[in-house]
């Protein structure tokens, strides 16, 4: 069935350090790839997207690239800020939405 | 635009009693989702409704949960009796359509309701 497999956390990162939060997937046929976002005390956010392979999704600086040949969909964040701390949840969706478990990213000045 | 609407906030019962949450999707949208989110854990699809037609209920715990979109608008989950595990944040969703020509639409979330059994 389908899955996905998200790094775990929490991350702390100094502010304007480089992110990188691994996600892989496994789905039936060609999934569309999703990255949504959780701010403290608010709902999930669509952060970015990407709907076939090689499209690069971006959006407030993040950025994933579609990988279909790696089955990835890892998102990038050149310089993190202090507002960037949230859990980011990476969710392929093929027949239904598949959310990975969420990772913790603490940006500290 | 308003977004998706849910109530309660919060809600504190006892194992065994009955709890409804509810759910206003944003308007145009014919899809809506039930997710629940356990602390620690991604969000876990319940059921989807496509207008008022179940779409997929594959993780629905039939025999304590239910869920109904009647007029293809709002819907309701409910918990009957409760068990201490459904304690979780429980998520609606709704999206234009499920899937569309260039991939999925995207989902909007409401605010969702935390439920505490204790």
Request: aromatic share 12%.
């Amino acid at each position: 069935g389908d899955s996905v497999t998200q790094m775990e956390g929490p991350v702390t990162l100094s502010e304007e350090a480089f992110l990188t939060i691994n996600c892989t997937y496994t789905a039936t046929g060609y999934p569309s790839l999703f990255w949504y976002v959780q701010y403290p005390g608010e709902g999930l956010q669509l952060l970015l997207k990407a709907t076939k392979a090689d499209d690069k999704g971006s959006n407030k600086g993040f950025e994933a690239t579609y990988r279909k040949e790696t089955t990835s969909f890892h998102l990038e964040k050149g310089s993190v800020q202090v507002s960037d701390s949230a859990v980011y949840f990476c969710a392929p969706r093929g027949n239904q939405f598949y959310f990975g478990t969420g990772t913790s990213l603490t940006v500290i000045p | 635009e308003a977004g998706v609407a849910q109530s309660p906030r919060y809600k504190i019962i006892e194992k065994r009693q009955s709890v409804a949450f509810w759910c206003n999707p944003i308007s145009g949208h014919a899809t809506l989702y039930w997710y629940q989110q356990i602390l620690g854990q991604g969000p876990k699809l319940l059921i989807q409704f496509q207008n008022n037609g179940v779409v997929d209920d594959s993780q629905l715990p039939k025999d304590r949960f239910s869920a109904e979109r009647l007029k293809g608008v709002d819907s309701t989950l409910k918990i009957q009796p409760a068990k201490l595990e459904d304690s979780a944040v429980y998520l609606c969703a709704s999206s234009l359509l499920a899937r569309g020509r260039f991939g999925s639409y995207e989902q909007y979330f409401g605010p969702g309701t935390r439920l505490t059994v204790t």
